[in-house]
């Protein structure tokens, strides 16, 4: 089972991106990423990650996708792989275009699923 710890709902993904999951992990289930006060210290933010990491154990799935705020993503990364967990990042391609309308340019944006990349196991060198 895959464990989805972002705030993107499995039942919202992309046909393709869930076939993958499917496939790969057999199940998916989603488990909220937290909320993350802006104003959360460091250690705040380590606690809240050290509390998601237990009751994602709990879960006992064989990965997790997790995406979410950047310092909180870090330090479950960490502690998910330190607990034995594979630990992945959905990727996509992103398609835009630029469109002029006067005094403004609008920019849109589309993202297609391309992929599962695992995270590299901590601690890594670049």
Partial sequence: MLLNLTNH???RWPPDQRRAAEQRWGT????PFPAVDPEATTHQVALLARKT????AALKPDAVLCQGEMT???VLTALLQRE???VYAAVSRRYSREVN???VVVKTSEYRFHAFRAYPAWPWQP
């Fill in 9 to 11: 709902p499995f039942h």
């Fill in 28 to 31: 998916v289930r989603d488990l």
């Fill in 53 to 56: 990491v237990r009751h994602a």
């Fill in 72 to 74: 909180l993503t870090l």
């Fill in 84 to 86: 034995g967990f594979p």
């Fill in 101 to 103: 309308r006067g005094q």
